[in-house]
C-alpha cells in the first residue's frame, strides 16, 4: 500500500496511529474534546473513555489542553494515536524532555499495546528506552541504519559484556599505556576520550586485577573507576565513535 | 466533518478577544457614528461678523435667523476659527450697502451659510421675495446616514470574521504543525476545508442578528426588503469570504505572514467598497473596478435589500460578482494550499 491521496491511502491510514514530536493540539479544546475529534476521523476506533483508560487520562478529560502537564500532553497524542485501534503505531521520540515519573507511564502504554499484539515503530535518543521496550533496534547516524538486530544481539556484537570507564589523575594519556592495555588477555577494545578510558571487557573478574597491576606497575594512579554491563548505549558509541549527541 | 466544525466553534468561543472584534466592535462602531450622525437636523451655523462700526448690529440681525449663531470677531481671530472649522463663514462690512463674504468654497456648511447669511441680509434691508414658498419637511426612514451605516457594517463584519476567522486558525493549525498530524489520518481534505465554511455559516447568524438587531432597537434601523432575501446575501457573502480567507491562508507559514496579507486584502475594501460613505465620490475611472470588488457588490446588495426593499431576484449582477469571487478563490486555494 502506498501513502498517497484518495482512497487506498485512506485506507492505509485508517490502519496506522501516528504521533508527532512537533505537533501541538489545539489549546483551546478539552481533552476529551481531541479525542472526539480524531476519532471521528476513523470508521472504527475506541470510544472517548477507552482510549483514556489506556493513556490514564481519566481524571483530566474536562481539562482544556493548555492546562495540561508536558507529560499529559504527550500522553494525549499518544492517545490520538491509539484512537483508531491501530495496527501499526508510530511514536517519534514520546519520551523526550519528559520526567523519569511520565517516561515510566508512556512506556507501560506502549508495552501495553505491544502486549495486546500491536507494533510499534519508535524513534528514540534513549538507548536503554530501546533496550527495554524494543524487539528490534535500528541504529541510525548521518540518516543512515548502522547497525540493525535485537539488542541482545547489538550488544553481542561488542564482543565483550563488560564496560570499564577509569580517568587518571594525570593530565593526558600515555600512548604506550593504551597499546599495554589493548594487547591484555580479555580486553577487547580500548577507546580513549579526553583524559579517560574505556576498556570492554570479557571476563571482568580476570581483567580488573590484572588492569590493576597494570597500573600499579607504571606508576600511574586513578581518579575515577566504573564499570557496567554493556549496553546499547556502549554499542552506539562503538559504532558512532563518539557520545549520543543531542537532537 | 460534523466534528471538525465543532471543534472550530469551540476554539473561536473560547477566545474572548476574538468573539469581541467579530461582534462586539462593529456594534461599537455603529453605536458610535450613529450618534455622531444622528439625525437632528443641521445644527446652528457658526458665522463670524469682523468688528467695527455696526458690526452688532449685524451680528443681532444674523443671530435671529433660526439657522444661525453669529459673534463678532477680529480679523486674525475670525482667519484662525475658519480655518479650523469653527466657524463657516466671515462677514465683513464694507461701510454703505457692500459686504465681503469670506469662506471656503469647497465646504459644503460654508456653502450654506453663505446663503443663508445672504438671505437674512438682503431681506433685512427690504428685498421682496417674489415666490410664495411654504417648507415641506420630510423625515424619509432609510435616507440617515445610520441606514445607510449599518448595511456597509454587516458587509464589512462578514468580510472581517470570514477572513479572520477562517486565516488565522488555518494558519495556526499549519504553525502547530496540526495539518501534518491531520493529514496522517483518513480525513477527508475538502471535509477540513468545508468545515470552515460550515462553522461560518452557523456564527453568520449571531452576527447578523446581533448588527441589525442592533440597528434597529437603537436607531430603528428596519429591513425593508425581506428577512429570506437578507438571509440568502449574507450566506453568499458568508461563502465567498470565507473563500478568500482559505486563499489568503493557503500558502502563508506564519501568523505574521498572514497578518499582511489579510490587511492586504482588506484595507482596500474598507475603504473603496462604499462602507462609511458611497463610493461614487471616486473618480469615474475608478467606479468600474470598485464594483468589481466583492465587498462593494455586497454592500451594494445588502442596501438595495434592507433600505430599498428589492428582492433578492433583481439582484442577480451583485451576487453573481460575490458568487464568482468565491467560487474562484476556493478552487485555487484547494490547488494551491499548503497541507504541512
Given amino acids: ?247 | 466533518m460534523y466534528q471538525l466544525a465543532l471543534s472550530r466553534m469551540r476554539e473561536f468561543y473560547r477566545e474572548p478577544e476574538a468573539v469581541f472584534w467579530v461582534f462586539g466592535f462593529p456594534i461599537v462602531l455603529a453605536f458610535a457614528l450613529g450618534l455622531a450622525f444622528r439625525n437632528t437636523g443641521p445644527g446652528k451655523l457658526q458665522v463670524g461678523v469682523a468688528s467695527g462700526p455696526g458690526d452688532s448690529a449685524m451680528a443681532a440681525t444674523l443671530g435671529a435667523s433660526p439657522r444661525l449663531t453669529a459673534s463678532v470677531l477680529d480679523t486674525a481671530t475670525a482667519r484662525l476659527r475658519l480655518r479650523t472649522g469653527r466657524i463657516a463663514l466671515f462677514v465683513i462690512p464694507r461701510g454703505g450697502d457692500s459686504v465681503v463674504y469670506r469662506y471656503d468654497s469647497t465646504r459644503t456648511e460654508s456653502g450654506l451659510a453663505r446663503l443663508e447669511v445672504d438671505d437674512v441680509l438682503q431681506r433685512a434691508r427690504g428685498r421682496q421675495d417674489l415666490v410664495a414658498v411654504r417648507d415641506d419637511r420630510v423625515v424619509a426612514p432609510g435616507s440617515r446616514y445610520i441606514d445607510f451605516l449599518i448595511p456597509g457594517l454587516l458587509g464589512m463584519n462578514l468580510l472581517g470574521s470570514g477572513i479572520w476567522g477562517v486565516g488565522f486558525s488555518v494558519v495556526q493549525a499549519r504553525q502547530r504543525k496540526l495539518l501534518k498530524r491531520y493529514m496522517a489520518t483518513p480525513m477527508r481534505r475538502s471535509h477540513y476545508l468545508l468545515s470552515f465554511i460550515l462553522s461560518r455559516l452557523v456564527f453568520l447568524i449571531v452576527e447578523v442578528v446581533a448588527l441589525v438587531g442592533f440597528g434597529w432597537l437603537l436607531f430603528g434601523v428596519a429591513v425593508r426588503g425581506s428577512f429570506a432575501s437578507l438571509a440568502a446575501i449574507t450566506v453568499l457573502g458568508s461563502f465567498a469570504f470565507a473563500g478568500l480567507g482559505l486563499l489568503v491562508a493557503s500558502r502563508a507559514k506564519t501568523i505574521e505572514g498572514v497578518s499582511g496579507l489579510m490587511n492586504l486584502v482588506m484595507l482596500p475594501m474598507w475603504i473603496l467598497s462604499g462602507t462609511f460613505f458611497s463610493y461614487s465620490r471616486f473618480p469615474d475611472v475608478m467606479i468600474p473596478f470598485v464594483k468589481a470588488l466583492p465587498l462593494t457588490a455586497l454592500n451594494d446588495a445588502l442596501r438595495a435589500v434592507m433600505i430599498d426593499g428589492a428582492a433578492v431576484t433583481t439582484l442577480g449582477t451583485p451576487l453573481a460578482i460575490v458568487v464568482a469571487w468565491g467560487a474562484v478563490s476556493f478552487v485555487i486555494a484547494l490547488k494551491i494550499f499548503r497541507w504541512r
Fill in chain 1, 1 to 247: 500500500m502506498r501513502w498517497q491521496e484518495g482512497a487506498p491511502g485512506r485506507a492505509l491510514r485508517e490502519r496506522l496511529g501516528i504521533q508527532l514530536q512537533e505537533t501541538q493540539l489545539a489549546d483551546k479544546l478539552t481533552v476529551s474534546e481531541v479525542l472526539t475529534l480524531f476519532r471521528s476521523f476513523y470508521r472504527q476506533s475506541h470510544t472517548v473513555d477507552e482510549v483514556l483508560a489506556l493513556v490514564e487520562l481519566e481524571e483530566k478529560r474536562k481539562a482544556r489542553v493548555v492546562t495540561l502537564s508536558g507529560g499529559q500532553k504527550q500522553r494525549l497524542a499518544v492517545a490520538c494515536a491509539l484512537v483508531s485501534k491501530p495496527e501499526l503505531l508510530f511514536l517519534d521520540e514520546p519520551t523526550t524532555g519528559l520526567d523519569p515519573q511520565s517516561r515510566r507511564q508512556l512506556w507501560e502504554i506502549i508495552r501495553r499495546f505491544r502486549a495486546a499484539g500491536g507494533t510499534v515503530l519508535l524513534t528514540t535518543h534513549y538507548m536503554e528506552e530501546a533496550e527495554r521496550l524494543c524487539d528490534r533496534v535500528a541504529i541510525m547516524d548521518h540518516g543512515k541504519i548502522i547497525a540493525q538486530g535485537t539488542p541482545k544481539e547489538l550488544i553481542a556484537s561488542l564482543g565483550a559484556d563488560h564496560v570499564v570507564d577509569l580517568a587518571l589523575t594525570q593530565p593526558g594519556i600515555p600512548e604506550d599505556l593504551v597499546d599495554v592495555l589493548r594487547a591484555m588477555g580479555g580486553v577487547t577494545a580500548v577507546r580513549t576520550g579526553g583524559d579517560g578510558l574505556s576498556l570492554t571487557v570479557v571476563e571482568l573478574h580476570r581483567a580488573l586485577p590484572a588492569l590493576l597491576a597494570v597500573l600499579q606497575q607504571r606508576g600511574v594512579e586513578l581518579s575515577l573507576l566504573t564499570t557496567h554491563h554493556a549496553s546499547l548505549d556502549d554499542v552506539f558509541v562503538a559504532l558512532t565513535g563518539r557520545q549520543l549527541r543531542d537532537t
